[in-house]
C-alpha cells in the first residue's frame, strides 16, 4: 500500500494567513514548506544586504554595530558573526514558566512568516532550519517572562532561536534536551549566522502574536459553548423570549449583538420551556441582555482578531532592508502597542463573559421559579451547588483584577534609548490566564443549567439544545445527593475543550 500524502502548508509571502488558517495548520498537523517565491525574496535580500557592507564603511543599525543604547560602536566586519551570535546568547534571560508547546509551535510558524517577505536579511538556511524545527516537532524552551513588547519580544524569541547556534534547551515530552545533542541526533550543524540574523530573529513580535492567535483559537470554540450554556440557563430558569427577537436589535444595529440575538434566538427554538406562560414580566440582565453583554464582548473579539491578522501578515524586525529601494531603514515595527492595546481589549471581553456568566449560575441556585436552593434535593442535608458559585465568583474576582490594562504601563530600558515599551508580552501571558479561567467559570454554569434541568423534566429544552446537554451527561451524572464536586467540574471543563454539536451558524 502506497505511504499517504503528507500534507505541506506553502509559506507564501502573497498569501496572508488568517486566524482560521492558523488553527487548520495547526489542528491538521500540516508540515511547512518554503514557496519558491519566498526563498526568491529571501536570498535578494540577504545578498543585497552583504554587498552593502561588503562594498562600503556606512553603519546601519545592528548589523554593524551595537544594539540599543550601544548603536553608536561600530563593530569590525571580522566580528560580524559573534555580534549576532553574542546578542542571541545574552538575550536568552528569560524567567517564570515554560510557554506552552502549542504556542512556541505558533512562535515558529509567525516568525518564519515574518522572514518569508525578504525584508530581514537572514541567510535562506536559517528560515530553513526553523522551518526543519517546526516540521520535526523540536520546540524550544520558552520562558513566559522577559519580554517588554518593545524593541521585539527579546528574551522569548533569543530563548526561540538559540538552538539553532546549538545552544539553549529543547523541551522534549516534559523533559530539557540540550539543544547540541539535538542537533547531533538529527546530524545538523549549529548555524554560522551572518550580519543582522540575530537582531532579525530576536526582533518581532511572535510572542505576543502567537499568544493572541492561541488564544482566539481557543476563543472560537468556547464562545459557541458560553452561548449553548447561556441558552440553557435561559431555558432552565423560565426566561422569556422577547429580549432575543430580532426587532428589538435593528433598531440599536451593532454587528455583534445581532449575532448574539440570533445565536441565542436560534438555540432556543422549539423548546417546550421557553414557551410556557411567564409570570413575571422581565428577566434580570444577566439573562434579558445577553444580546447587549455577550454581543458587545463578540465585536471585542473581532476587532482583536482585525488587529492580529494584520500583525501575522506583517514584518516586524529592525532595520527594514528594500532591495529594489535600494534603502535600509531603521524604524520601529517591533513595538507592540497595537497588540498590547488588542490583548488587554481581549481580556476585558473574556473577563465580561466570565462575569455574567456567574450571575447567571447565582440565580439558577437562588430557590425561586420553581427550582430548589442549590438545586439539590433535600436542601439542607444537602449543600448541592452551593460551593462551585464560590468557586466561579472567586474566578471572576481574579479576572477583574487581571484585566487591569498592561498597555498604560511603561518602563524606560536601554538607558533611555528604549524609552516608550508597550508591556504587551505581560498582557498576553494574562490574557491566556483570563481565558482559562473563563473556561472554568463556564463549566460551572454548564454544571448548574444541566442541573436545573432535571428538575423540569418531563419537558424539553429544544432539539439543539437537548442534543448538547446529552452529550454531556454521558460524561457528568446528574447530582442526586452531595459528592465530590471538583471531578465534575473537571469533566465540564475537558468538555468545554471539545467541539460542539451543531454549532450555531453566524
Not at 57 to 77: C, H, M, Q
Not at 101 to 117: D, F, G, N, P, T
Not at 380 to 408: C, D, F, H, R, W
Amino acid at each position: 500500500m502506497a505511504e499517504p500524502t503528507q500534507e505541506f502548508h506553502s509559506i507564501h509571502p502573497d498569501q496572508p494567513l488568517s486566524i482560521s488558517a492558523l488553527a487548520d495548520i495547526i489542528t491538521s498537523g500540516k508540515k511547512l514548506l518554503l514557496s519558491e517565491d519566498a526563498r526568491k525574496r529571501i536570498v535578494v535580500c540577504y545578498d543585497y544586504l552583504q554587498d552593502k557592507i561588503n562594498g562600503s564603511e556606512v553603519t546601519y543599525y545592528g548589523i554593524n554595530t551595537g544594539f540599543g543604547s550601544l548603536a553608536d560602536i561600530k563593530i569590525p566586519r571580522d566580528d560580524l558573526q559573534k555580534l549576532q551570535e553574542n546578542l542571541i546568547r545574552s538575550h536568552a534571560c528569560g524567567v517564570g514558566d515554560f510557554v506552552d508547546q502549542e504556542i512556541v509551535r505558533l512562535m515558529l510558524l509567525l516568525k518564519i512568516q515574518s522572514l518569508s517577505y525578504g525584508h530581514s536579511g537572514v541567510q535562506p538556511q536559517t528560515v530553513e532550519r526553523l522551518i526543519y524545527f517546526y516540521n520535526n516537532a523540536l520546540y524550544p524552551e520558552v520562558y513566559d517572562h522577559g519580554s517588554l513588547g518593545a524593541s521585539g519580544d527579546l528574551a522569548p524569541l533569543a530563548h526561540l532561536c538559540l538552538p539553532l547556534i546549538g545552544e539553549g534547551f529543547f523541551r522534549i515530552s516534559g523533559i530539557s534536551v540540550p539543544a547540541a545533542d539535538i542537533l547531533h541526533q538529527h546530524k545538523l550543524e549549529p548555524l554560522q549566522l551572518s550580519a543582522k540574523e540575530g537582531l532579525a530573529l530576536l526582533n518581532g513580535t511572535q510572542f505576543m502574536s502567537a499568544y493572541g492567535a492561541y488564544i482566539l483559537i481557543q476563543s472560537d470554540r468556547l464562545i459557541e459553548h458560553a452561548f449553548h450554556i447561556a441558552a440553557l440557563s435561559t431555558d432552565a430558569w423560565d426566561c422569556r423570549m422577547e429580549p432575543f427577537l430580532p426587532y428589538i436589535h435593528q433598531i440599536r444595529p451593532h454587528a455583534g449583538q445581532m449575532q448574539a440575538a440570533h445565536k441565542m434566538l436560534t438555540l432556543l427554538t422549539g423548546s417546550q420551556m421557553i414557551a410556557r406562560p411567564k409570570k413575571h414580566t422581565q428577566d434580570p440582565y444577566s439573562f434579558r441582555c445577553i444580546p447587549q453583554v455577550m454581543g458587545a464582548c463578540l465585536g471585542a473579539i473581532a476587532h482583536v482578531r482585525e488587529v492580529f491578522e494584520t500583525e501575522i501578515n506583517s514584518v516586524t524586525d529592525n532595520p527594514n532592508i528594500f532591495p529594489e529601494q535600494d534603502l535600509i531603514l531603521s524604524g520601529g515595527n517591533f513595538h507592540g502597542e497595537a497588540l498590547a492595546l488588542a490583548l488587554d481589549y481581549l481580556c476585558l471581553a473574556l473577563s465580561e463573559l466570565g462575569s455574567i456568566s456567574e450571575r447567571r449560575t447565582y440565580n439558577m441556585i437562588s430557590g425561586k421559579r420553581g427550582l430548589p436552593e442549590f438545586l439539590v434535593s433535600n436542601p439542607g442535608l444537602n449543600s448541592g451547588l452551593m460551593i462551585p458559585q464560590y468557586v466561579a465568583a472567586g474566578l471572576v474576582s481574579e479576572n477583574k483584577q487581571l484585566s487591569t490594562p498592561s498597555s498604560v504601563d511603561s518602563i524606560p530600558s536601554s538607558n533611555g534609548q528604549e524609552d516608550h515599551v508597550s508591556m504587551g508580552a505581560n498582557g498576553a501571558v494574562k490574557a491566556l490566564r483570563v481565558l482559562d479561567n473563563l473556561r472554568r467559570i463556564l463549566a460551572i454554569e454548564l454544571l448548574n443549567a444541566a442541573q436545573a434541568m432535571e428538575f423540569l423534566r418531563p419537558l424539553k429544552t429544544s432539539p439543539a439544545l437537548e442534543l448538547y446537554l446529552a452529550d454531556y451527561r454521558n460524561r457528568v451524572e446528574k447530582l442526586d445527593e452531595d459528592r465530590y464536586l471538583s471531578q465534575d467540574i473537571n469533566a465540564s471543563i475537558v468538555f468545554l475543550q471539545l467541539d460542539v454539536i451543531n454549532p450555531v451558524l453566524t
